[in-house]
């Protein structure tokens, strides 16, 4: 399985930081936000991984090279202006194949996310070899989190593993996600396209699982949460 790590936005609630910083750079407890997923991708044996990038798409390469530091092999997707979710899915669909992968936004910090658990969350064939009974719930599988405060609505309701539009209960997508690549067959490459325009037309057919992900999830949206975040290193720096 190859992985994906979606590292173009430009992170305009994170500015000024971001004016000099890609987003993905910035570090939570001494660490780059992005370093984080690649060290529990390559912990669970996904060492293929492709990153997109744009704004100062540069210092993502400069800081990450070929990914031999960390044991992985890396690739990069380099867009002009930043194509949206699905769109630098699309842009980098050459570089994931034809097999199920992982894509992640690389400015969430869930430090403790098993990644073993999304090797085998859409094969054809169960451990055994023997082919899967192929449900309804096939192009997709979700990452939901408990909604935070700034999202209380949340996004997708869930039961039964199985994602929706509407109902109960309502849970928040976690940017954590493995797709079939034709999922995004309708997209040409350079398109900007959105992911949850996608998830939503699949999740109206039932063609989406999802699962509850209760551990360690923040989305790092500005500089304050990024302050919070690193207040328990700050203090054993102290003492």
Not at 11 to 34: F, S
Not at 159 to 165: C, G, Y
Not at 211 to 218: A, F, H, I, S, T
Request: proline share 6%.
């Amino acid at each position: 399985m190859k992985a994906m790590l979606l590292a173009a936005g430009r992170g305009e609630r994170m500015r000024p930081l971001t004016d000099t910083c890609p987003k993905p750079l910035l570090k939570v407890r001494g660490r780059p936000l992005i370093v984080w997923h690649v060290l529990n991708l390559v912990r669970a044996g996904i060492t293929e991984i492709v990153i997109n990038h744009a704004h100062l798409g540069h210092m993502i390469e400069a800081a990450l090279g070929d990914g031999a530091q960390f044991g992985a092999s890396i690739a990069y997707s380099a867009e002009g202006t930043a194509l949206e979710t699905a769109g630098g899915i699309a842009k980098a669909r050459h570089l994931l194949g034809e097999e199920p992968f992982v894509a992640i936004s690389s400015d969430i910090y869930c430090p403790h996310f098993d990644f073993v658990q999304v090797k085998n969350t859409l094969e054809d064939n169960d451990v055994w070899g023997n082919p899967h009974p192929r449900d309804k719930r096939d192009i997709a599988w979700l990452y939901m989190v408990k909604n935070p405060p700034y999202h209380a609505r949340g996004d997708f309701a869930l039961n039964n593993f199985t994602l929706a539009n509407e109902g109960a209960p309502m849970y928040t997508f976690g940017n954590i996600g493995v797709y079939r690549p034709e999922m995004f067959d309708s997209i040409e490459p350079g398109q900007h396209a959105m992911l949850v325009t996608l998830l939503r037309e699949y999740a109206a057919r039932g063609q989406i699982g999802a699962e509850l992900y209760r551990g360690e999830w923040v989305n790092v949206g500005t500089p304050d949460e990024l302050a919070q975040l690193n207040i328990p290193l700050t203090e054993s720096n102290r003492t």
